[in-house]
């Protein structure tokens, strides 16, 4: 299926209890989620751009939206026109491309298009000590569009192809069919979202939520190869998401034992963190339209107590084991789409609260194999994402092409979370090393 396909979307397009939930909690910022390419080529300029993307974005819908204001007079998003490029796609300078830290901490706050234009943005950002590379960031509110939807708009407005190929790049092959939410009964689509429920029934109480209103976040980055994530898992029959979170829970351990080093930590002995893992449902049943969140919010407690790098690994694969059926995921969306408006959202509000966890874990696959932009290689691809309301970080993981790639936002509430980043790298390759004996 051509990636048009997926990013046009039919006249009505109602929106949904996830979607409502990003729209009425802001926490202060608007919750966005995004994607930065780094493209090897001189960068054009920003008219150029636009006259290039013109003829595509007629063609993705998906970025023509805007929900209804007031926002509860009508529970559809709107069409408001095709978008007039010069408020959408804008041009920033930077010192150094390779900051991407210093780059998100100058833009990403910066406000999407208002007076009811669609909210999303695309910066070109260049840097006048490199002219043979430049950079695109893509902004949207999180309402619109979830993490998959946005690469596969990203990937359809700017043309992303292999190198060298005649026709756009197509999105993964389809799955074996499976039943649609549509099949599923009222039964069991209110005990799916009762089961979703039940592994946000302990509260927590360390770290507090932070609930404080909403401040620029802090950024940081980290790669490695992708093929040293599947050595790892490969051994103990993990995916690569298993081992970014086993590597994340051995971050998160060695970021306890430094604040309480610092004296900032009640306790010394690392404890045990749950994180709020959306997991995606789009390839399940028949195609949806892109617009909206087409998502549950799974919980994983990380065992950051576990000194044993191998054992933190089984640890985590034993829990995503238990969330990957798709029945499940079937029947947890089901809950989303059919039950009332109020219930759905009251469901979606408590999986989301705080109280129930403060860190988020995501990821994504941007495409298996190299893309380019006007013919030119895209050297990086990293999605981004939001600290939701009350949380204290978001670490999303994205897989491009041969790389893995860990994006992580914080709050200042996190002392020496900008060491987060290099302790991933290291917990993995403490992994790697512990799968090699």
């Known amino acids: ?63 023509s939206r805007h929900w209804p204001v007031p926002f509860r007079s009508a529970r559809e998003f709107e069409h408001v026109g095709c978008p007039q490029l ?28 208002a007076e009811r234009r669609p909210p999303w ?48 790049s197509e999105s993964p092959a389809p799955r074996s069919a499976r039943p649609s939410a549509a099949d599923v009964s009222a039964t069991a689509a209110t005990g799916a979202a009762a089961d979703v429920l039940r592994g946000y029934r302990t509260p927590l109480t360390w770290p507090p939520p932070d609930d404080r209103p909403g401040r620029a976040p802090r950024f940081g980055f980290a790669r490695l190869p992708l093929s040293l994530l599947r050595a790892v898992g490969r051994p103990a029959g993990a995916t690569v998401n298993d081992v970014y979170l086993a ?14 080093g610092s004296g900032s930590a009640a306790d ?26 087409r998502v549950i919010s799974e919980r994983v407690v990380l065992p950051c107590a576990e000194p044993d790098p191998g054992r933190r690994l089984r640890a985590v694969a034993r ?63 990293v999605a981004l994402g939001p600290i939701a309301p009350g949380h204290h970080c978001y670490s999303m993981f994205t897989g491009y092409h041969d790389t893995a790639y860990l994006y992580l936002a914080h709050t200042d509430r996190l002392p020496h979370a900008e060491r987060l980043p290099a302790l991933w790298l290291r917990a993995v390759h403490e992994l790697h090393d512990a799968s090699c004996r």
Request: with cysteine; net charge positive.
């Open 86 to 113: 010069l408020h959408h796609v804008r041009q920033a300078t930077v010192d150094r491309l390779a900051d991407w830290p210093g780059l998100l901490e100058r833009l990403w706050a910066r406000p999407l298009p």
């Open 121 to 168: 943005d695309l910066w070109l950002v260049r840097s006048p000590e490199d002219g043979s590379r430049y950079a695109l960031l893509f902004r949207v509110h999180h309402a619109l569009l979830d993490g998959v939807a946005t690469t596969r708009v990203v990937t359809e407005l700017l043309g992303l192809r292999p190198p060298d190929a005649a026709s756009p």
């Open 1 to 63: 299926m051509l990636l048009s396909a997926t990013a046009s979307a039919p006249a009505r397009v109602p929106y949904r209890p996830a979607d409502a939930h990003y729209l009425t909690v802001t926490g202060g910022l608007p919750p966005m989620v995004g994607c930065l390419l780094t493209i090897a080529d001189r960068p054009p300029d920003v008219a150029e751009l636009r006259e290039g993307l013109a003829p595509r974005i007629e063609r993705v819908t998906a970025l």
């Open 247 to 260: 590597g994340w829970a051995g971050a998160l351990r060695s970021w306890q034992q430094i604040r309480a």
């Open 319 to 381: 829990q995503t084991a238990l969330l990957r059926p798709d029945h499940r995921r079937v029947a947890a969306q089901a809950a989303y789409d059919r039950l009332s408006f109020p219930l759905a959202s009251w469901i979606a509000r408590r999986s989301l609260r705080p109280q129930r966890g403060v860190m988020s874990a995501s990821n994504v696959r941007m495409s298996a194999g190299p893309l380019s932009f006007r013919g030119a290689p895209v050297l990086h691809a």
């Open 268 to 293: 010394r002995r690392p404890e045990d963190l749950p994180v709020r893992m959306p997991v995606s449902t789009r390839h399940l049943g028949p195609p949806s339209p892109v617009i909206g969140n």
